[in-house]
């Protein structure tokens, strides 16, 4: 019986990549997970292992980065379109594109000064996506209560003001510093109450927004030299804005923006594409407490 190759495509899956455009001090961002699939005559490969008609998915990777340098991403359809069309027209042996894009949306965080809307603006918030949690322990009424609120996935994004470097360089040590890096972060925050009623603080709602609006605004407002600097300001800004919040503790992936090469494509990136890097991840965790702070609650165990 004849065996005979089928239908065939290959490309490079999930490309994330991020395109910052600065206007002044305001920035704006695109967050794309690009899949290229590409098929045409590509028997040869597959019968004898003949690569000459194989474009790399690897070169399909940097063209995806080259491109959001080159002629940024006016919207993920455009970019699609881009992209599919110079693989089928840059080689006679591809007669297929298929560009799948997913785009991630965020929200600006505004920074105000004086109650105005400062002229940097480079702080966002990923659309959606955050749960808000609650936790309670009781001994029933009269008994021992504690009351923890929060959040997981709160996702922000700062384009510039954090740096990162004077860390110990051991013989392991690779990492560049900088003075100019993407901060990012999923946040999971917990916070505890003095109380279980929040009639003073204007109601459980008003407590909980509260909290998180000071979580942005302290990461969108603190100039960072480190994660771990962000997490203790972002704690601190929850328990002053807060009073009825004795203790907050954060859990907050460093998600890594890496800036992309593209000198060897010659094109210059000054801070403008990134590889956001999902795993592994730094992770940074810290607890923030006012000096009055009784001992943890059971909710907590
Ligand atoms: O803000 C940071 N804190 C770290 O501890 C660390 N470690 C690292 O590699 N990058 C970073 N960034």
């Not at 019968?47 to 008609?53: F, I, M, Q, T």
């Not at 002629?71 to 006016?74: E, F, L, N, Q």
């Not at 003095?194 to 009623?197: A, V």
């Given at each position: 019986m004849a065996i005979v190759l089928g239908p065939n495509r290959y490309g490079k899956a999930e490309t994330r990549v991020v395109r910052v455009t600065r206007d002044g001090g305001v920035h704006t961002i695109k967050d794309l997970n690009v899949s290229v699939s590409l098929s045409g005559d590509m028997d040869e490969v597959h019968?004898?292992?003949?690569?000459?008609?194989v474009l790399t998915t690897d070169a399909q990777k940097n063209t995806v980065f080259a491109f959001a340098r080159k002629?940024?991403?006016?919207s993920a359809e455009e970019f699609a379109l881009t992209l599919a069309r110079h693989f089928v027209d840059s080689r006679?042996?591809?007669h297929h594109a298929r560009v799948e894009v997913q785009e991630y949306a965020w929200d600006r965080i505004p920074v105000l000064e004086g109650g105005v809307p400062r002229a940097e603006q480079h702080s966002f918030v990923r659309s959606g996506g955050e749960v808000r949690t609650a936790l309670v322990h009781s001994d029933g009424t009269g008994g021992a209560e504690s009351v923890v609120s929060g959040l997981t996935d709160l996702v922000v994004l700062n384009s510039t003001g954090s740096e990162f470097h004077g860390y110990v360089k051991d013989e392991y040590t690779t990492l560049e510093e900088t003075n100019d890096r993407v901060l990012a972060t999923a946040v999971t925050a917990r916070w505890r109450h003095?109380?279980?009623?929040a009639g003073d603080a204007g109601g459980w709602d008003a407590s909980y927004a509260g909290a998180r609006q000071a979580l942005l605004d302290a990461f969108a407002g603190t100039y960072s030299l480190s994660l771990q600097q962000t997490l203790y300001a972002m704690g601190r800004r929850v328990l002053t804005e807060r009073p009825e919040t004795c203790e907050v503790r954060l859990a907050m992936p460093n998600k890594h923006h890496f800036v992309v090469d593209l000198a060897p494509f010659g094109l210059d990136n000054d801070n403008e594409v990134?590889?956001?890097?999902?795993?592994?991840y730094g992770l940074i965790e810290g607890s923030v407490l006012t000096g009055d702070a009784p001992d943890a609650p059971d909710a907590w165990s």
């Open positions: 019968l004898s292992g003949d690569n000459a008609n002629y940024g991403i006016a006679p042996t591809i003095h109380g279980t009623d990134f590889f956001a890097a999902d795993r592994p």
